[in-house]
């Protein structure tokens, strides 16, 4: 990196962004920016554009229209920015013959901030067996590599593309628990890409949310936290409760209803609770499901 | 730990907060670092250190520079008057709003507490 991309704040600015396919829009116009030394969750359901992002961010496809840039250059056939990313993909082919020891020995090449330490202590962690052909590996041996490999090349940016298919609930927390303990001594920028949104959603800084080729949600993950609250009660204490405002989502059974709604201050958790309603908080991941199925109509059992 | 529809980084404020109020963290003791409390929670460090901040701008904790974050002296009586002023609204309301539900009378509830301070849960 030179000396004048060091000191800027953000690392990747994506303007106007659209890709074709031929005839299908995988991205439309999209703009978004990612902060230095972050932590963010690149989320949508799949096919909605998160893995054509990170291609273009990663120089592996050529942009339709707009702009993209990292590090404050363009990717595409740029070597001095692609040799600051580590791209960890779900997809991952090694050559045949090859033995994970073969992958983190041949790591040092690609990636200059290299922890041969810390990738030993990863491999014992997943108690990945290192000299069996890659071949002969699990689904979640695997995806063990790529997370080696991902966390051990501390590369100033970091792209992990639903990077644990195959590893069970413990080794996921270990991944996660690496990855916060890594970024915390070795601050970097991190792209996650996932569909296990609650098992992220606390160690995110900022979310960005693609449905179907557009960017529907681009905040900081605390600004999330608490941007919708479900009201559960008795149907006309709920319809006059959540009158005038923005109705996410909504559910009923018999008399009985629960309306997603926005954000709701001190007073109006007052105001609720005085009226007999219940409220509970909405997930990031639930949050992102309502608002990624388009539908607002009342879906429940009561009409 | 972690709970939903309410900012990180004020629970991190809140538990530290408690921590003082309870003397785990007595006044000018030091606090665990952001980095900790991060890896201890499963949080990104950035809300950890926005929680912590949030301390720090109140004059609950003080930085030393180079050092780490400590108690400031004074503290804990200023949390607790603080949160002398929430008691009513987060705690005795509820309980009566649940009370009413429930068809307990005020001197039911009254006789409720001295039976409970008898037995020692609240010294």
């Known amino acids: 990196m030179t000396s004048a991309t060091a000191t800027t704040t953000t690392v990747v600015e994506v303007d106007n962004l659209s890709k074709h396919f031929g005839d299908v829009t995988a991205l439309d116009r999209v703009s978004f920016s990612i902060a230095k030394d972050s932590i963010t969750g690149l989320l949508g359901r799949n096919g909605a554009g998160k893995t054509t992002i990170m291609q273009l961010l990663t120089g592996q496809d050529f942009v339709t229209e707009g702009d993209v840039r990292v590090f404050g250059h363009r990717p595409a056939e740029n070597a001095q920015v692609l040799r600051n990313i580590s791209f960890i993909k779900e997809s991952q082919r090694y050559p045949d013959d090859f033995r994970p020891k073969h992958v983190f020995a041949s790591a040092p090449w690609f990636f200059e901030n290299w922890d041969a330490t810390f990738a030993e202590r990863l491999v014992d962690d997943f108690q990945l ?30 792209f992990f593309d639903e990077p644990y298919l195959g590893l069970d609930a413990v ?41 179907k080729g557009r960017i529907i949600m681009d905040a900081a993950s605390e600004d999330v936290r608490g941007s919708a609250t479900t009201v559960v009660g008795m149907r006309a204490a709920v319809d006059e409760f959540v009158a005038g405002r923005e109705i996410l989502h909504r559910d009923g059974i018999g008399g009985l209803v629960s309306v997603t709604v926005g954000r709701l201050d001190a007073d109006d958790r007052r105001a609720a609770a005085a009226a007999g309603l219940e409220l509970a908080p909405v997930s990031l991941q639930q949050l992102i499901v309502r608002k990624t199925t388009a539908t607002l109509g009342e879906d429940g059992g009561d009409r | ?106 001197a039911t509830l009254t006789d409720m507490i001295t039976i409970e301070t008898s037995e020692g849960v609240i010294p």
Do not use: C, W
């Open chain 2, 1 to 106: 730990m972690i709970e939903e529809g309410k900012p990180i980084f004020m629970q991190i404020a809140e538990q530290i907060e408690n921590d003082i109020i309870e003397r785990r963290l007595p006044e000018e003791a030091q606090v665990p670092s952001t980095n900790e409390f991060a890896a201890f929670h499963r949080i990104n460090p950035a809300t950890a250190g926005k929680g912590v901040n949030l301390l720090v701008d109140d004059g609950i904790l003080y930085k030393k520079r180079g050092i780490g974050m400590f108690v400031a002296a004074g503290a804990r009586d200023r949390l607790i008057a603080r949160r002398h002023e929430g008691f009513r609204d987060e705690y005795l309301r509820p309980l009566l709003a649940e009370a009413a539900k429930l068809g307990i009378d005020a």
């Open chain 1, 171 to 211: 080794a996921r927390q270990i991944f996660y628990d690496r990855l916060l303990s890594d970024y915390a001594e070795h601050p970097r920028t991190v792209v996650l890409s996932t569909h296990l949104i609650d098992e992220v959603s606390n160690i995110l800084e900022h979310v960005v949310v693609i449905d």
């Open chain 1, 129 to 158: 067996p290192v000299n069996r052909a890659i071949k002969k590996l699990s689904r979640g041996q695997l995806s063990a590599v790529g997370v080696i490999v991902g966390l051990a090349s501390r590369a100033p940016l970091t």
